[in-house]
């Protein structure tokens, strides 16, 4: 497993939050999401007023799967869901 930095980690999250808040930059709207050719599920949950986590999780045989526990997250279940969706349209406005 390759490890990423903290910068890297924040600027691709803020790729993913920016094609959230525009979804014209998702191509393929109708389809389903797909990441490195792999289909995924996105999930948006409120931690806080002015805070957010974005999950994705990959698809294998129907059910999502499972993101791995690092402890990096102090509450990983925390929150309130807002938006869960396996196709674009389903997040692009939450």
Wanted: no cysteine; charged share 15%; aromatic share 4%.
């Amino acid at each position: 497993m390759t490890k990423i930095s903290r910068r890297k980690a924040l600027q691709q999250l803020a790729a993913v939050g920016g094609a959230l808040m525009w979804p014209r930059v998702i191509t393929g709207q109708g389809g389903p999401i797909t990441v490195a050719g792999q289909p995924v599920e996105i999930a948006v949950w409120s931690l806080s007023p002015i805070t957010v986590r974005i999950q994705m999780r990959p698809i294998v045989n129907g059910a999502t799967g499972s993101v791995a526990f690092t402890g990096a997250l102090a509450d990983p279940d925390g929150g309130t869901q807002r938006a869960r969706s396996r196709v674009a349209s389903g997040v692009n406005r939450v």
